[in-house]
């Protein structure tokens, strides 16, 4: 029996999902290291913080590669020095949309940070599919 390969748009919109899925995981894991190493453990909570962001992003990177992009063995250089570079896009992006959203409207801040975030997600995700894991995609297609 044969089944018909997913079409494009099936496969993106599993990838999407899968990307918002992780990247919630990411964000969970941040706050409870964070909540953790500071109200248990007592640490500073600037240290807190780095422990938690680098944990969440290690996490980020290789729960994508895997599981939202297929791409299988071990990571690569390249695709890490990708990941960086999307990472700091998308800082930049952050402050642009935030300054232009506040300087030019007159959006409360929860909805700025929203439109900010929804930018980043955007771009992070097509960054993702397109470049950092390029080669994956013939996997799922």
């Not at 800082?91 to 935030?98: D, F, H, P, R, S």
Request: glycine fraction near 8%; charged fraction near 10%.
């Amino acid at each position: 029996m044969t089944f018909p390969l997913a079409s494009s748009g099936q496969i993106i919109s599993g990838q999407l999902m899968r990307f918002l899925c992780v990247g919630g995981s990411a964000a969970g894991i941040y706050f409870a290291i964070v909540h953790t190493l500071t109200i248990w453990v007592k640490l500073p909570v600037m240290l807190s913080i780095s422990v938690g962001y680098i944990c969440s992003v290690v996490f980020h990177f290789l729960v994508n590669r895997r599981y939202t992009f297929g791409q299988k063995g071990n990571w690569s250089v390249t695709e890490l020095l990708r990941y960086m570079t999307v990472a700091v896009l998308n800082y930049v992006l952050t402050v642009v949309v935030v300054s232009l959203l506040t300087q030019n409207t007159t959006i409360g801040l929860n909805l700025v940070v929203a439109c900010a975030i929804l930018t980043t997600t955007s771009f992070g995700f097509l960054a993702s599919r397109y470049w950092i894991f390029r080669s994956s995609r013939s996997c799922h297609e």
